[in-house]
């Protein structure tokens, strides 16, 4: 009878232990993460390719290193650049803008153009905020940009400049504006549209998205065969 009786005492001792171990179990399976299938071709992503180079000049330049305060604006002291103003630099739209202001014998002799046009930022001798190039890997400015003391004799000719590109232009009301120029020596954007040297009627409301031809493509030659159009409702046989 004692014999029997340990028995039964171990076999439910058996069946105890039998059955914490598949609670045990049972929890952590329940509580561990499942284990997903596995795919060759999933395992990692392709590397990303090369920038477009058309594109590339946009990520350059971020607003932070424009060294602008967030309340630079509402402390500005100097003349705010326009259009007009921009204009009247230049002799036809995208030339290189002549320097409206005299240069000291070193910066005529060094090009040290960089030293302020580089990075921006304020500059006390003119009481403004200065232009950033777009494009600082030209060092030899001069090459291009005229001092504003430089006179020239100009022979009479019948030549007459293109127009100003109309800004503001979108497919629709509400749309992405397009870009009303090319990109030549121009691909950064922020260098024109952000920043307290930023022209007011073209300064961009969000210079934190760095990647502008996202939205903002260009215009093209204008002519009607490159911009996209649609017929009002009844114009065009359809709707």
Same mark, same amino acid.
């Given at each position: /009878?004692?014999?029997?009786?340990?028995?039964? $005492?171990?076999?439910?001792?058996?069946?105890?232990?039998? /059955?914490?171990?598949?609670?045990?179990?049972?929890?952590?399976?329940?509580?561990?993460?499942?284990?997903?299938?596995?795919?060759? %071709?999933?395992?990692?992503?392709?590397?990303?390719?090369?920038?477009?180079? %058309?594109?590339?000049?946009?990520?350059?330049?971020?607003?932070?290193?424009?060294?602008?305060?967030?309340?630079?604006?509402?402390?500005? $002291?100097?003349?705010?650049?326009?259009?007009? !103003? /921009?204009?009247?630099?230049?002799?036809?739209?995208?030339?290189?803008?002549?320097?409206?202001?005299?240069?000291?014998?070193? %910066?005529?002799?060094?090009?040290? @153009?960089?030293? @302020?046009?580089?990075? !921006?930022?304020?500059?006390?001798?003119?009481?403004?905020?200065?232009? &950033? +190039?777009?494009?600082? %890997?030209?060092?030899? *400015?001069?090459? @291009?940009?005229?001092?504003?003391?430089?006179? $020239?004799?100009? $022979?009479?000719?019948? #030549?007459?400049?293109?127009? #100003?590109?109309?800004?503001?232009?979108?497919? /629709?009301?509400?749309?992405?504006? #397009?870009?009303?120029?090319?990109?030549?020596?121009?691909?950064?954007?922020?260098?024109?549209? !952000?920043?307290?040297?930023? &022209?007011?009627?073209? =300064?961009? +409301?969000?210079?934190?998205?760095?990647? *502008?031809?996202?939205?903002?493509?260009?215009?093209?030659?204008?002519?009607?065969?490159? &911009?996209? +159009? =649609?017929?009002?409702? !009844?114009?065009?046989?359809?709707?």
């Amino acid at each position: /009878m004692a014999r029997e009786t340990q028995r039964n $005492v171990a076999g439910i001792g058996a069946q105890i232990a039998f /059955m914490l171990v598949v609670v045990l179990v049972v929890g952590r399976l329940l509580t561990s993460p499942p284990t997903l299938p596995t795919h060759p %071709e999933a395992t990692s992503a392709s590397a990303p390719g090369p920038q477009i180079p %058309e594109e590339a000049d946009v990520f350059r330049t971020t607003p932070a290193e424009l060294a602008v305060a967030p309340a630079a604006n509402a402390v500005r $002291v100097a003349g705010t650049r326009t259009l007009v !103003g /921009m204009r009247d630099l230049r002799a036809y739209p995208g030339a290189p803008p002549h320097i409206p202001h005299a240069l000291s014998d070193d %910066e005529f002799r060094l090009t040290l @153009c960089g030293n @302020c046009h580089g990075g !921006g930022g304020f500059a006390p001798r003119f009481d403004a905020y200065t232009p &950033v +190039t777009p494009h600082p %890997e030209y060092a030899n *400015c001069l090459q @291009c940009h005229v001092p504003e003391q430089t006179t $020239v004799d100009f $022979v009479a000719t019948d #030549w007459r400049p293109a127009a #100003w590109p109309e800004v503001g232009r979108s497919a /629709m009301e509400g749309s992405p504006l #397009w870009i009303p120029h090319d990109l030549q020596l121009r691909g950064n954007c922020l260098t024109c549209h !952000g920043g307290p040297s930023a &022209v007011s009627e073209i =300064r961009t +409301t969000h210079p934190e998205r760095a990647n *502008c031809r996202q939205c903002h493509v260009p215009a093209g030659s204008g002519s009607d065969d490159e &911009v996209f +159009t =649609r017929p009002l409702d !009844g114009a065009g046989g359809g709707r």
